[in-house]
């Protein structure tokens, strides 16, 4: 079943994902027609890297602010709506 998104500017990326967790989850996706984050390739063709990656968001929106972690998804959600990017 063919992807419905636009393909990415960095074909590299989007086509070589590294074995593993993410790189399945592409692959389950694709195979069954569902779209998904486009950062999930950035995510699969570095894994290490964007392992440090993921740790900073989840300290970002779940660890200790002054806001709670519902307001900073809130914030979060009405910025990737202004930048027409799904969240």
Known sequence: MENKMKPMFLPEVENNPQAGGRGDMIR???????????????FAYRPKATDLLGGFTQEIMRGESPLSPGLRELIAAFTSAGNHCPF
């Not at 389950?28 to 950035?42: A, D, T, V």
């Open 28 to 42: 389950q996706m694709r195979n069954s027609g569902k779209e998904y984050p486009q950062i999930w390739h950035l």
